[in-house]
């Protein structure tokens, strides 16, 4: 892929943002969806991680097709796809079965999104790799704060399938950019070349970090889930500023990520690494959680997303500085460890609130955050010895 920098980033940022959007939204939305479906929260849950448990399932494959028909083509293809689930999300789904197929939808098309875009920005002679993944991993919470001002703004004022009629609008305009401003290669690589490509890192250690990304991710998807929800059932915040704590947080995880991605390129230290360290904080951030307080609620929210959602900008440098010809496989591979987590902390931290409550769900979640941490320190090693 041939292609300017100061093109690159912020449509590949705006893509990455309009994929994954409707699964934050259905978690910052959880008040208004739950109260119009009248499902309880272990039944939300399914809604939940349907999104990203379709997005596991093809996030190999998906990232293996990047590497054959190019990114240019898969991306456009994937926001066309989220845009269709996001219009039938608003218009058609009465039922929360309908809802949740829907969503799985989108699921698919934000993984093959999301290795598309990783192939997309290691193909682009960028001389800052690492602030160009900071960039686009900022899209990741850019998302949920979104979501979250989507419940005062839009949720309890005209509705909440407003929120994916704009999600439909800024998926096609998003395909549109990314279709009319990024050059497809001037010599492409020939079909037998592009399908030999294969990753410099072991398969083992590939797995063994899909694994401690998996658990990372779990009690991050956790937070996004249900963090409004506690907010309000759990520490007495009214609604609107419920969704804006979200906001809160996830500006929070805007900000440190940027901040660490323009030091990335030029640090020594192993990102595999930092994500480790960083997200054995954000950890004690959700720990925090399990107080009902709105004060303590609101500095938990603080580390929790400050700490606990920085890991992905390290993890997907290391993975993509390590392999950047088969960037797009992988992280394929590495992301469907991510889906999983993402998928299995909504549904089973759902049960846990309804058996145990709030209080036990975010303890339990805090464990987690750490165990991937510690998963993630030991797989460090075989990212940093080669680049490839």
Same mark, same amino acid.
């Given at each position: 892929?041939?292609?300017?920098?100061?093109?690159?980033?912020?449509?590949?940022?705006?893509?990455?943002?309009?994929?994954?959007?409707?699964?934050?939204?259905? !978690?910052?939305?959880?008040?208004?969806?739950?109260?119009?479906?009248?499902?309880?929260?272990?039944?939300? %849950?399914?809604?939940?991680?349907?999104?990203?448990?379709?997005?596991?399932?093809?996030?190999?494959?998906? !990232?293996?097709?990047?590497?054959?028909?190019?990114?240019?083509?898969?991306?456009?293809?994937? @926001?066309?796809?989220?845009?269709?689930?996001?219009?039938?999300?608003? +218009?058609?789904?009465?039922?929360?079965?309908?809802?949740?197929?829907?969503?799985?939808?989108?699921?698919l098309?934000?993984?093959?999104?999301?290795?598309?875009?990783?192939?997309?920005?290691?193909?682009?002679?960028?001389?800052?790799?690492?602030?160009?993944?900071?960039?686009? @991993?900022?899209?990741?919470?850019?998302?949920?704060?979104?979501?979250?001002?989507?419940?005062?703004?839009?949720?309890?004022?005209?509705?909440?399938?407003?929120?994916?009629?704009?999600?439909?609008?800024?998926?096609?305009?998003?395909?549109?950019?990314?279709?009319?401003?990024?050059?497809?290669?001037?010599?492409?690589?020939?079909t037998?070349?592009?399908?030999?490509?294969?990753?410099?890192?072991?398969?083992?250690?590939?797995?063994?970090?899909?694994?401690?990304?998996?658990?990372?991710?779990?009690?991050? +998807?956790?937070?996004?889930?249900?963090?409004?929800?506690?907010?309000?059932?759990?520490?007495?915040?009214?609604?609107?500023?419920? &969704?804006?704590?979200?906001?809160?947080?996830?500006?929070?995880?805007?900000?440190?990520?940027?901040?660490?991605?323009?030091?990335?390129?030029?640090?020594?230290?192993?990102?595999?690494?930092?994500a480790a360290?960083?997200?054995?904080?954000?950890?004690?951030?959700?720990?925090?959680?399990?107080?009902?307080?709105?004060?303590?609620?609101?500095?938990?929210?603080v580390l929790? $997303? +400050?700490? !606990?959602?920085?890991?992905?900008?390290?993890?997907?440098? &290391?993975?993509?500085?390590?392999?950047?010809?088969?960037?797009?496989?992988?992280? %394929?591979?590495?992301?469907? &460890?991510?889906?999983?987590?993402?998928?299995g %902390?909504?549904?089973?931290?759902?049960f846990?609130i309804?058996?145990?409550? $709030?209080?036990?769900?975010?303890?339990?979640?805090?464990?987690?955050?750490?165990? &991937?941490?510690?998963?993630?320190?030991?797989?460090?090693?075989?990212?940093?010895?080669?680049?490839?």
């Open positions: 892929m041939i292609t300017k920098g100061s093109r690159v980033i912020p449509v590949a940022m705006f893509a990455t943002i309009m994929t994954v959007i409707p699964g934050f939204l259905v !978690g910052a939305l959880s008040v208004q969806i739950r109260s119009d479906f009248g499902v309880t929260r272990a039944v939300y %849950g399914w809604g939940l991680g349907s999104f990203f448990l379709a997005a596991a399932l093809g996030s190999a494959v998906l !990232g293996r097709t990047a590497q054959k028909v190019g990114p240019r083509i898969q991306v456009v293809a994937a @926001q066309l796809t989220s845009a269709v689930a996001s219009l039938f999300i608003a +218009g058609i789904a009465r039922s929360f079965l309908v809802m949740t197929l829907a969503l799985a939808i989108a699921g098309a934000n993984s093959a999104n999301q290795s598309a875009v990783n192939l997309l920005l290691s193909q682009a002679n960028l001389p800052r790799l690492g602030l160009a993944i900071a960039l686009k @991993q900022s899209g990741m919470p850019a998302a949920a704060m979104l979501g979250g001002l989507a419940v005062p703004a839009i949720a309890v004022t005209v509705g909440w399938r407003w929120a994916y009629v704009l999600c439909a609008v800024g998926a096609v305009l998003a395909g549109l950019l990314i279709f009319r401003r990024i050059e497809r290669a001037a010599t492409p690589e020939p037998a070349r592009r399908q030999s490509i294969r990753p410099v890192t072991p398969p083992g250690s590939l797995l063994l970090a899909s694994v401690g990304f998996g658990c990372m991710a779990y009690a991050a +998807g956790s937070l996004n889930a249900w963090l409004v929800s506690s907010a309000h059932d759990f520490s007495g915040i009214d609604e609107g500023p419920a &969704g804006l704590l979200l906001s809160l947080g996830a500006g929070m995880g805007v900000g440190v990520r940027l901040f660490f991605g323009f030091r990335l390129d030029r640090s020594e230290r192993s990102p595999l690494l930092m360290l960083l997200s054995s904080f954000g950890g004690v951030g959700i720990m925090m959680l399990a107080f009902s307080s709105p004060l303590v609620t609101i500095a938990a929210t929790a $997303f +400050g700490c !606990g959602w920085i890991w992905p900008v390290f993890t997907n440098y &290391g993975v993509v500085r390590a392999n950047r010809e088969a960037a797009a496989a992988a992280s %394929g591979v590495t992301q469907t &460890g991510v889906y999983l987590g993402v998928f %902390g909504p549904l089973l931290s759902g846990v309804e058996w145990f409550g $709030f209080s036990a769900m975010w303890l339990a979640t805090a464990v987690v955050m750490i165990v &991937g941490a510690c998963v993630t320190a030991i797989a460090a090693s075989a990212f940093d010895g080669t680049i490839g």
